[in-house]
């Protein structure tokens, strides 16, 4: 690789890195902004969030001009159904999250994103049959205990980083499978979202239990603006995802539930009692191990790929000649190739 290029590729992953902390960051700061929608309820922000985000994202397809995945998505029912999942799953999570957080449980909620990487390496085990590094499976036990610890802790199982962290796992093997990019996959899920929300919110309406329209021009653009909070971190995301190792990725994602974790203890004040102490510093113990033995197996990835392109680049050597046959064919071919080579 000459200089030139070298130096494009360090600043594509600069710009990679600027984009995946853009994206972590916006995620983890999200629980400043869903509070500022009251007194919408949860069922309606998340209704509004699942219609803007299409209004959204189809603005954007239509600039890129990338439509040609839709008719083979519909032709194809197994990948449709898939996304159907990935849909439904995340009208979950995002639901979820909403609620948490405008209920005074943003501290619960930023658990489910840190535990989400150990349920992520169980269901591998459990649905895709994978097989687990002894320092993989000391992480799972680990973050085991820790659940247990917070269930004490709680004086219940944390129901909502448990949902948070199934749900999101489950949206991402889903998303593995159909192998759509972030946001194709976006505009076929909320495409799926789209008709069942603006139902509900027509319903609310009728009901007169709708916010929008009625507690201002501010507040409606407020909630119109979900689908912009929505989509913007993704394609930060997806500039991040095609400029930085897997590696790096994997280890800015704790981001978003550190900058949670921060918000709910300095800015909302949420109680930490010392077991919620215990089990936090258990799951944070599970994600070291993690993050050390992905580390070290990239680090040896690296070593492998380096030592197999210089043994590719390397001249090769000529076979030693046998004795008393140096200076003679030992065919008419092989005659003819050394004339060639000549």
Not at 21 to 31: C, E, K, N, Q, S
Not at 76 to 86: E, F, H, M, N, S
Request: charged share 10%; with cysteine.
């Amino acid at each position: 690789m000459d200089a030139a290029a070298a130096e494009q590729s360090k600043g594509e992953q600069r710009i990679g890195l600027l984009n995946g902390f853009a994206a972590y960051g916006m995620w983890g700061l999200v629980p400043l902004f869903w509070p500022l929608l009251k007194p919408s309820g949860a069922g309606e922000i998340l209704a509004h969030r699942m219609a803007w985000s299409l209004v959204v994202v189809g603005i954007a397809l239509l600039i890129v001009r990338r439509w040609a995945w839709a008719g083979e998505l519909i032709r194809q029912p197994r990948k449709l159904g898939l996304v159907t999942i990935a849909a439904g799953v995340i009208t979950i999570n995002w639901g979820v999250y909403i609620w948490a957080v405008n209920s005074g449980h943003v501290v619960e909620a930023s658990l489910g994103y840190f535990i989400n990487p150990l349920v992520t390496i169980a269901m591998g085990v459990l649905i895709l049959g994978e097989r687990l590094r002894p320092v993989q499976w000391a992480a799972v036990a680990v973050g085991l205990a820790a659940v247990l610890v917070l269930a004490f802790g709680y004086g219940q199982p944390p129901w909502i980083s448990l949902c948070l962290a199934f749900s999101f796992a489950t949206y991402g093997l889903a998303k593995k499978k159909v192998g759509l990019s972030g946001l194709e996959s976006l505009a076929a899920e909320t495409a799926i979202q789209f008709l069942p929300a603006v139902g509900f919110l027509v319903w609310l309406g009728v009901q007169g239990d709708a916010t929008f329209g009625t507690e201002g021009v501010g507040h409606g653009a407020l909630l119109a603006a979900t689908g912009v909070v929505t989509a913007i971190p993704l394609v930060c995301f997806g500039a991040a995802a095609i400029r930085v190792p897997l590696a790096t990725l994997g280890m800015l994602q704790y981001l978003a539930p550190v900058f949670q974790f921060l918000l709910g203890i300095l800015y909302f004040h949420e109680a930490m009692p010392p077991e919620r102490w215990a089990g936090f510093g258990l799951v944070w113990l599970a994600l070291t191990l993690l993050t050390w033995d992905a580390l070290r197996g990239a680090r040896r990835n690296a070593v492998r790929l380096s030592a197999a392109r210089k043994a590719a680049a390397a001249p090769p050597v000529p076979a030693a000649p046998v004795a008393g046959r140096a200076t003679e064919p030992m065919t008419p071919a092989a005659g003819r190739e050394s004339e060639t080579a000549v």
